[in-house]
């Protein structure tokens, strides 16, 4: 197997964006009519352009910007969710996401088939995604309700339940959003304890927060985005202040 790693080479994400004509109603009928019933209007968007970076082991890094800059949508492409439109990246080892702790759950199927359809998903042989099922549920303490149907969860069971598959196991790299704890307290410090052994036994991590103290007690290094572009890829601390200064400016 190759070394593990990350390589962003002039990296580019453009996204469809579906606008509308103005809706008024100090417009005439005629115009307010037309943009009611007219399709949106489709346009390209670029959100990433021109990302360089390379991540190897050892490095834990921060991903910081303004609201929009691009942080969540960098950790997208890094995971594969959306295919750069422009340069290259190579990722070597195993990933693990954490990022939408409930999407891809079925509603109608048991937290039991929800396990098992995820965990295959997540790459895993049906044998081993059985096998995972007792540890998940026991980890969520959602034991009781192992047959039941996943739309019979409370929104913090279903976090619970999301954030027990993602976390089953050991990653090479771990790429994550800011999660915020919906659980109850006893489950968010459990929770803390399994990611900091994450976090731990990954070789590369990948954060996006605005939480300075988060980010300085996970992060060694940390990137700097601004309207879909790298400004700075530094030492956390920083990258923090550069940060602290860009957000002073107007933008
Ligand atoms: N699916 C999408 N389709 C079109 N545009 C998108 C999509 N997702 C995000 N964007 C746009 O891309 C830009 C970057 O969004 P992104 O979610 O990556 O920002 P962010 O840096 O993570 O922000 P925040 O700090 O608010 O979480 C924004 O302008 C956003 O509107």
């Not at 088939?113 to 965990?119: F, P, T, V, W, Y």
């Not at 803390?192 to 731990?200: A, T």
């Not at 590369?204 to 400004?231: F, P, W, Y």
């Amino acid at each position: 197997m190759k070394d593990v790693h990350i390589r962003a080479d002039r990296i580019g994400l453009d996204l469809p964006v579906y606008t509308q004509d103005q809706r008024s109603t100090r417009a005439s009928l005629s115009l307010f009519l037309k943009a009611a019933f007219l399709p949106p209007k489709r346009e390209l968007r670029t959100t990433l352009d021109d990302v360089s970076f390379e991540l190897l082991p050892g490095d834990r890094v921060g991903v910081i910007g303004r609201n929009g800059a691009g942080k969540s949508t960098l950790l997208k492409v890094l995971v594969g969710a959306y295919p750069p439109s422009r340069g290259t990246l190579s990722v070597a080892g195993t990933r693990q996401a954490l990022l939408n702790l409930s999407l891809g759950f079925s509603p109608e199927a048991t937290l039991v088939e929800n396990i098992i359809l995820r965990a295959i998903a997540m790459g895993r042989k049906p044998a081993e995604a059985v096998g995972l099922v007792d540890d998940v549920l026991a980890f969520g303490e959602l034991e009781e309700k192992a047959n039941d149907r996943l739309r019979t969860l409370s929104s913090g069971q279903k976090m619970r339940l999301g954030f027990s598959i993602a976390t089953a196991s050991e990653h090479q790299i771990l790429i994550m959003d800011e999660w915020i704890g919906t659980g109850d307290a006893a489950f968010v410090e459990k929770a803390k304890e399994r990611m900091r052994s994450r976090v731990d036994s990954a070789q590369i991590v990948m954060l996006a927060s605005h939480n300075a103290q988060l980010l300085r007690s996970v992060c060694n290094k940390a990137i700097l985005l601004e309207k879909g572009r790298l400004v700075q890829l530094g030492e956390v601390d920083e990258v923090i202040s550069t940060y602290r200064t860009l957000i002073k400016q107007e933008p």
